[in-house]
C-alpha cells in the first residue's frame, strides 16, 4: 500500500491495534462463564504516541543505539517499545468461580472500539479520496 503522509502509517498501526483489541475483547466476551478466567485487554496508546514522535522527529531524551549496518540488530529496548503490552484487565469483583469477566465492560469497551475503528477506516478512506482526486485532476491537464 502506497504511504500517502506520515500519518496514514500511524492510522494503519492504529487499525492493526484495534483489530487485536476486537479480538481480545470478543474473547473476553466468549470466557464469560470459563472459571477463573482473567479479562484480557491491550494498551496501545503510549506505542502510538511514540510512533508518532518518532515518525515526525519530536526530540527524544533517550540516547539511541548507532546501528552502521542494516544487518545489525536492534537494541532489546527498542524492539520491545514497539510493541503493545498485554494485560489483564482486573478490578471488577470476581464470581463465585473465580471468573472476573464483566460483561457490561466488555460490551461497552466492544462499542467504544468498534467505534473508533469505524472512524479510523472512514478517515483512511477520505484521505484516499483525496488523494485519488489530486491524481485525476492532474492527469486531465
Known sequence: ??????ASIIADAALDYRAMRQDLISGNIANVDTPF???RDVDFQSTLIQKRDELYKKH???LEMA????SHMHSQKSVQ?????????????AKNDGNSVDLDVETAELSKNSLMFSALVSARKKS???FRAVLDASAKT
Do not use: C, E
Open 67 to 70: 546501528v552502521t549496518d542494516p
Open 1 to 6: 500500500m502506497i504511504q500517502i503522509s506520515r
Open 60 to 62: 527524544n531524551t533517550q
Open 81 to 93: 517499545a514497539r510493541k503493545a503490552t498485554l494485560y489483564f484487565r482486573d478490578g471488577h469483583a
Open 37 to 39: 478466567y482473567r479479562p
Open 128 to 130: 484516499a479520496a483525496i
